[in-house]
């Protein structure tokens, strides 16, 4: 059995149990693409059995969060989990802070959450924090497609959009945007609305999920997950090239889709006409 389960996690739920679910219904391993922390909600990817082979595939793929903001309050966790480190500032307006939602557009630099499974000296910075080590993050290249002010939520609390690339930290953000207001600010709520192909249209939720005598009616298609270009071989030719057999067919440079006359097999890199199987699921 092959295939992705588009899960849409609830709030206050672990990404390990709700994956856990899946596993147990189908009895069969599972991985998943970018865990959310339990106060966030949304889209968890979820590949049955060699599926999750295309993760890999899938990583930098677009991803829609919306997202609420609170001002004035900096917390150790840069989330309203934390601890209050600072609070008392001011709240700015929706118009300042529409000011400067440009500046988070595009390649920009963003330094993570002390609170990340960021590595430090081969530890966890989450290890580090916890045990309340100071330490200091580099800043990395991050990619922000698209960042809108929805709307004032409460009187210190706004919501947000935004739309990015992998590795984008949404709490850093939070305290970003609250700095160039020249005040401080977390993040108090986030949900993931979609992931590549993956979203709130062809999701289920984990108690449907686990209530359904039938679980193998949610299961997405792995090829539907990569738009690189299709190529298909003879059955023949496919079994060559899964056996490590290096033939040129005459194909052009590239990343496919690799498919023999029935079935996708997996995810194939071409050079100099010959083809190789690097993510195998069939």
């Excluded at 992705?4 to 899946?22: C, D, Q, T």
């Excluded at 989330?79 to 595009?106: C, Q, Y």
């Excluded at 580099?138 to 990015?164: H, M, N």
């Excluded at 850093?172 to 993040?187: F, K, Q």
Aim: proline share 4%; net charge positive; with cysteine.
């Amino acid at each position: 059995m092959k295939g992705f389960i588009n899960l849409i996690k609830p709030e206050g739920m672990s990404s390990a149990y709700a994956v856990g679910v899946v596993k147990k219904k189908f009895n069969l391993p599972c991985g998943h693409m970018g865990t959310l922390d339990p106060m966030a909600s949304g889209i968890l990817p979820v590949g049955i059995a060699k599926t999750s082979r295309l993760f890999d595939y899938l990583l930098d793929k677009e991803k829609t969060y919306v997202a609420k903001f609170k001002f004035g309050v900096l917390t150790d966790t840069l989330d309203v989990t934390g601890t209050v480190s600072e609070e008392g500032k001011r709240v700015p307006s929706m118009a300042e802070i529409n000011s400067v939602l440009h500046k988070f557009v595009g390649e920009i630099d963003q330094i993570p959450p002390n609170y990340s499974a960021k590595c430090v000296d081969g530890k966890r910075g989450y290890q580090l924090a916890r045990k309340g080590i100071q330490f200091e993050l580099a800043p990395k290249k991050v990619t922000v497609l698209s960042a809108k002010c929805l709307e004032q939520t409460d009187v210190d609390e706004f919501k947000f959009e935004f739309t990015c690339k992998g590795g984008t930290y949404i709490r850093s953000l939070a305290r970003d945007i609250a700095s160039a207001c020249d005040t401080i600010g977390v993040m108090s709520a986030l949900d993931r609305t979609a992931c590549g192909i993956f979203n709130y249209s062809n999701g289920v939720s984990v108690e449907e999920l686990k209530n359904s005598d039938n679980p193998k009616k949610y299961l997405i298609a792995p090829d539907l997950s990569v738009s690189f270009e299709k190529l298909v071989l003879s059955n023949e030719q496919a079994t060559k090239v899964l056996n490590g057999l290096y033939e040129n067919y005459g194909i052009k440079d590239g990343i496919y889709r690799v498919y023999n006359e029935t079935d996708f097999w997996g995810v194939g890199i071409a050079e100099c006409g010959a083809i190789k199987i690097k993510s195998y699921v069939r």
